[in-house]
């Protein structure tokens, strides 16, 4: 295989998994839109990353999410309008804006992460362990081959 072959390869994958993702995805939609479950997902990560308790303050979901405070914005309101977040007045700073997960909202994440384990569980028993296994330490190598590419000066 040539490397122009391999490369064409490494993209027909990588384009057929974001497909395979995005359907399962579409099968897990009744119980979380999936815009609001990787917002929810992102949401919790960053509360649970920040010790706060249950809320963070709205201007940190930009830093922890690497999102642009606009979509974070826009994605917190409907996250409101679904009645799965909201948003409070910070108790020790009534100047400051938090945002926590409802229980609806927890509970949105949950059984929707829940049924995205499953299908996961039931592909690696379908791909068997010891593959699963390699494939993750390849995908870990070629990861960190990546950073090392970008930490690197271009070759010209």
Same mark, same amino acid.
């Given at each position: /295989?040539?490397? @122009?072959?391999?490369?064409?390869?490494? %993209?027909? =994958?990588?384009?057929? /998994?974001?497909?395979? $993702?995005?359907?399962? /995805?579409?099968?897990?939609?009744?119980?979380?839109?999936?815009?609001? %479950?990787?917002?929810?997902?992102?949401?919790?990560?960053?509360?649970?990353?920040? +010790?706060?308790?249950?809320?963070?303050?709205?201007? !940190?979901?930009?830093?922890?999410? =690497?999102?642009?405070?606009?979509?974070? #914005?826009?994605?917190?309101?409907?996250?409101? *309008? !679904?009645?799965?977040?909201?948003?409070?007045? *910070?108790?020790?700073?009534?100047?400051?804006?938090? $945002?926590?997960?409802?229980?609806?909202? @927890?509970?949105?994440?949950?059984?929707?992460?829940? /049924?995205?384990?499953?299908?996961? $569980?039931? $592909?690696?028993?379908?791909? +068997?362990?010891?593959? %699963?296994?390699?494939?993750? *330490?390849?995908?870990?190598?070629?990861?960190?081959?990546?950073?090392?590419?970008? #930490?690197?000066?271009?070759?010209?």
């Amino acid at each position: /295989m040539t490397e @122009e072959q391999a490369i064409g390869e490494l %993209f027909e =994958r990588l384009w057929q /998994m974001r497909k395979s $993702v995005q359907r399962c /995805m579409q099968q897990v939609e009744g119980r979380c839109p999936h815009s609001q %479950f990787f917002m929810l997902e992102r949401l919790h990560y960053a509360i649970r990353q920040r +010790g706060e308790g249950a809320a963070i303050p709205v201007s !940190a979901v930009a830093e922890q999410t =690497r999102l642009l405070p606009t979509a974070v #914005s826009r994605s917190l309101r409907q996250l409101e *309008d !679904a009645g799965l977040a909201e948003r409070i007045h *910070d108790p020790a700073d009534h100047r400051r804006t938090l $945002v926590r997960l409802t229980p609806a909202g @927890e509970a949105a994440r949950r059984e929707t992460e829940a /049924m995205l384990r499953a299908y996961m $569980v039931r $592909v690696i028993r379908r791909m +068997g362990e010891e593959n %699963f296994t390699a494939m993750l *330490d390849s995908w870990r190598r070629w990861d960190e081959a990546m950073q090392a590419e970008l #930490s690197a000066p271009a070759a010209r």
